[in-house]
């Protein structure tokens, strides 16, 4: 009985996470998905995995289904292999639903790695899921799941304890530590099959760290960078998919990232105005209440003062104390666009960790405050953020709801309405260069705008002819509307240089080329009658599936490894 006792206050706050997520899926089927910030770009992603696994494919490199039908590699330079586990175990779900899943999958995820990383360095059985809970229902982990779709943080997010603790292992070995490197290998393959900014972020953080040792504390240890090293290489082998398409679109010649160079960072006062529960950009309220009990009623120790000095460099990092203006130029870190999306989403870990570790003797005794504070913690959190959600959606003032209506609307599939909100999802990211405006902003070229909105072939002399456009596997099939003459006709499509493309009119190939503004230009033996259909498709190098295959394998093999080695030596 008293080992029952013992278990309940974890069953209870793992009674109401299930609540919390029963209740979230009901919520957001009631009310629907809607649109803020990146969501319609991660939403039209899933569209377009999804389409390629019912036709029992891999997903295209360019988008046919997405994206206004433009065949713009966003599949092919935004890494998705890990995003595919998730879209191919809800499959079976109708479109609006499978994303909800999937978010929800995520949370769960984040929940239940974040215990068994806690468990497994030591920690107590119900502390670590009192953490578990109150990290993923707050923070960023909770803004992902109810506010904004980022799947590909929100994936790397999963794995954050995980990676926490790796590092800290990093810096403290003395020698090449072969577990270790294989865990790290494996860690950095999933960011960089999620997000490849964010394994820019972690790289930079880092070397932030590297260079601390080396010139405050005078302590350069050469197993710290071996092991690094090494963890990279076999990092950049798994990872090898998304770098062969990543340098193979490339070379085609592709736009400058929205925001490349104009790095922008936040002010203090703002990140402080900005404090909420669920936050991506700065603390949420759990993060600076625990972090406020530690440095108040804590022992000082010089451990506390690291953990909280690696906050605070995280903190900095979202503001303009840094000298970002110094470094905006530089390749890579100059496509950091807005710092507290990229660092404010680190900051729930260190204040969980740290109390964790200031109470560590209190929080063996479940009669002691900071265990019950703890548990209060964790029992509150599911129902603070159940309020939350239902708020945040009860709120429809000024909201473009997605549905399946929407999106099958909403990507070339027929004539779009050419207003504000569409011209905010037609995005210019990875888009033939010559095709993109020559700043940093998000805006496209007038021609790619009419070309998305009211798409159309146009002869060597201008002259147009509307067409109706049906999306297929691997492809786009174009109705022409009306009697076109010439030899020569651009299509509404983008043109990448290192992409080989097949385009028949009438069931008969024909040749192609770019012109000089980056779209596609056929060239046929007669003139265009209406009617007339042309099927322009493109596919994946046959490398890519091998390299996919190769990778997979080894990656499975890899967490086998390093599974049988933690249970080998628990």
């Excluded at 586990?85 to 974040?114: D, F, G, N, S």
């Excluded at 292992?169 to 790290?184: A, G, Q, S, T």
């Excluded at 404090?275 to 949420?284: A, C, E, M, V």
Aim: contains cysteine.
């Amino acid at each position: 009985m008293s080992s029952l006792k013992k278990y309940l206050p974890g069953l209870a706050v793992v009674t109401l996470f299930i609540f919390y997520l029963f209740y979230q899926s009901q919520v957001q089927q009631y009310y629907g998905l809607f649109q803020k910030g990146d969501t319609f770009f991660h939403v039209s992603r899933i569209y377009e995995i999804r389409y390629a696994f019912l036709h029992h494919e891999l997903p295209n490199w360019l988008n046919y289904h997405s994206y206004f039908g433009m065949g713009q590699a966003v599949n092919g330079m935004y890494p998705d292999l890990s995003l595919w586990p998730l879209v191919l175990v809800t499959l079976p779900l109708p479109l609006m639903k499978q994303i909800i899943a999937i978010r929800l999958l995520i949370l769960a995820l984040t929940c239940l790695v974040t215990y068994l990383s806690l468990l497994k360095h030591k920690y107590q059985s119900n502390l670590a899921i009192f953490a578990a809970v109150i990290y993923t229902l707050s923070g960023y982990s909770l803004y992902q799941a109810s506010t904004e779709v980022q799947l590909g943080t929100g994936i790397i997010y999963i794995f954050s304890f995980p990676i926490f603790f790796a590092l800290v292992d990093l810096f403290k070995r003395e020698k090449i530590d072969y577990n270790l490197v294989l865990r790290l290998g494996l860690l950095f393959t999933m960011i960089v099959s999620s997000h490849l900014l964010s394994a820019v972020i972690v790289a930079f953080i880092v070397a932030l760290l590297l260079l601390y040792r080396w010139l405050i504390d005078r302590d350069f240890n050469w197993a710290v960078l071996a092991n690094l090293a090494l963890s990279g290489v076999i990092s950049a082998i798994l990872s090898l998919p998304v770098l062969y398409r990543y340098f193979y679109l490339s070379r085609s010649g592709l736009a400058k990232p929205y925001g490349q160079g104009m790095i922008t960072a936040e002010s203090v006062q703002k990140m402080l105005s900005d404090i909420d529960w669920s936050t991506r950009t700065t603390f949420s309220v759990v993060s600076l209440v625990l972090l406020a009990i530690c440095l108040f009623f804590g022992k000082k120790s010089e451990k506390m003062l690291k953990l909280l000095l690696l906050e605070l460099m995280l903190a900095v990092l979202c503001t303009n104390f840094f000298p970002w203006n110094l470094i905006d130029k530089l390749p890579m870190l100059n496509n950091l666009q807005y710092t507290p999306w990229r660092f404010g989403i680190w900051l729930g870990i260190i204040p969980i960790v740290l109390y964790l570790n200031t109470f560590a003797d209190s929080l063996k005794i479940g009669s002691k405050l900071p265990y019950k504070f703890l548990l209060l913690l964790a029992l509150m959190t599911p129902l603070i953020s159940s309020q939350a959600i239902k708020s945040l959606n009860e709120d429809s003032s000024k909201k473009i709801f997605i549905t399946q209506k929407f999106m099958d609307n909403a990507q070339g599939n027929v004539e779009t309405v050419n207003d504000e909100f569409h011209n905010y999802l037609l995005i210019r990211d990875y888009a033939p260069i010559e095709s993109s405006v020559t700043d940093g902003s998000n805006r496209v070229t007038r021609q790619t705008s009419n070309l998305a909105f009211h798409p159309y072939i146009a002869n060597d002399q201008g002259q147009q002819a509307k067409i109706w456009r049906e999306p297929i596997n691997n492809g786009v099939k174009i109705h022409v509307q009306a009697n076109l003459k010439g030899r020569s006709f651009r299509l509404p499509l983008y043109k990448y240089r290192t992409v080989q493309y097949s385009v028949k009119v009438n069931g008969q190939k024909v040749g192609y080329q770019a012109d000089q503004q980056g779209y596609l230009q056929i060239v046929t033996k007669a003139s265009l009658r209406k009617g007339d259909v042309l099927i322009v498709e493109s596919h994946n190098p046959s490398v890519y599936l091998v390299l996919v295959w190769i990778s997979l394998l080894l990656f499975i093999g890899g967490c086998a490894v390093v599974g049988w080695h933690d249970w080998h030596f628990r």
